[in-house]
């Protein structure tokens, strides 16, 4: 998961051009680089995520696990929703 966090920052320092609907990555499926979309909003940091600039974030999905078998998929199920506006990257 290392890969893909890295991926996610190298993505938004260089400025990586975006498309206008939500990427979904499955990293299972090999997808590495994160299109993380620039959006401008306002979000309020409550634990909820029911704002509608939430609706066009990036989705990260499909994670592995490294321990004890490297590749299988985790056991949990984790979706990411990632975004970053003028001021944050938020997560």
Do not use: K
Not at 18 to 23: E, I
Not at 43 to 71: K, R
């Amino acid at each position: 998961m290392n890969l893909l966090v890295l991926s996610c920052l190298l993505a938004f320092a260089i400025g990586v051009p975006v498309s206008t609907d939500p990427p979904v990555v499955h990293g299972r499926q090999g997808n590495l680089d994160v299109p993380i979309p620039r959006l401008d909003g306002e979000v309020m940091v409550d634990g909820h995520l029911d704002e509608p600039i939430w609706s066009q974030a990036a989705i990260l999905t499909g994670f592995s696990q490294f321990t004890p078998v490297d590749g299988v998929a985790a056991s949990d199920s984790t979706e990411v929703l990632v975004w970053y506006s003028g001021t944050a990257l938020h997560v």
